[in-house]
């Protein structure tokens, strides 16, 4: 088993900034995908962003150019840099975390979930 535990979330203005980070532990051995979704209230949980255990990224539409993912193998961590944020940025962050052969819209792991607002 694999567990995330997440951390950053906050209040933040609009063009604010905050960088989410997200702690592996447990069998990470198995672990291939790691990234992060998000779920705004009333709305579907959406995929933010993912890096591959070799570092490749993919990034949702609307936060490229905005959202840096990076990933820490030696600590089995994985970060999210969110700049220039946006009042429909606001939802709950969920790290989440696949097997080798799993599919990313279909994740093996999740956190807890931390709560990003932006609001003036």
């Known amino acids: 088993q694999v567990q995330l535990v997440e951390s950053g979330g906050g209040l933040v203005q609009p063009g604010g900034s905050l960088r989410l980070s997200c702690a592996a532990s447990?069998?990470?051995?198995?672990?291939?995908?790691m990234g992060w979704y998000r779920q705004a209230p009333g709305k579907q949980r959406e995929s933010v962003a993912r890096?591959?255990?070799?570092?490749?990224?993919y990034y949702a539409d609307s936060m490229k150019g905005r959202f840096t993912i990076a990933r820490d193998n030696a600590n089995n961590t994985v970060y999210l840099q969110m700049n220039s944020l946006k009042p429909e940025d606001t939802a709950v962050y969920y790290c989440a975390a696949t097997r080798i052969g799993s599919a990313w819209y279909r994740p093996d792991y999740w956190g807890q979930g931390t709560q990003v607002t932006v609001s003036s």
């Open positions: 447990g069998s990470t051995f198995s672990i291939n995908a």
């Open positions: 890096i591959s255990s070799g570092g490749s990224t």
